[in-house]
Nanobody, 126 residues
Framework: QVRLVESGGGSVQAGGSLRLSCAASGFTSSRNCMGWFRQIPGKEREGVAVVDSDGKTTYEDSVKGRFTASQDNGKNTLYLQMASLKPEDTAMYYC????????????????????WGQGTQVTVSS
């Protein structure tokens, strides 16, 4: 059973930085798609960044140039380095995964992922 555990959330002021981590276990294949999503109450969960098994990354437009997703395959850990944080980045952040490569069309869509972590809260104050 795939298990994802996030850590690293917290509260920062606008312009600050945070790094999220997602420890993954239980994969039986080395070809997986992993990503970060976020959600605020009453809104749909949105894709932030995904990393394919070949290391290719895809970002949602509003975080390009500010967020960097990376994967340490040796440690089975996914990271999200967030810089120049804005109040609108405030959300619950979730790690997600699916077996197989990332879908070209659906890679930032939450419904394309099978496995989810419990979430970690990020709060950015102005």
């Amino acid at each position: 059973q795939v298990r994802l555990v996030e850590s690293g959330g917290g509260s920062v002021q606008a312009g600050g930085s945070l790094r999220l981590s997602c420890a993954a276990s239980g994969f039986t294949s080395s070809r997986n798609c992993m990503g970060w999503f976020r959600q605020i109450p009453g809104k749909e969960r949105e894709g932030v960044a995904v990393v394919d098994s070949d290391g290719k990354t895809t970002y949602e437009d509003s975080v390009k140039g500010r967020f960097t997703a990376s994967q340490d395959n040796g440690k089975n850990t996914l990271y999200l380095q967030m810089a120049s944080l804005k109040p609108e980045d405030t959300a619950m952040y979730y790690c997600a995964a699916k077996v197989g490569g990332c879908s070209w069309l659906l890679r930032l869509k939450y419904y394309d992922y099978n496995y989810w972590g419990q979430g970690t809260q990020v709060t950015v104050s102005s």
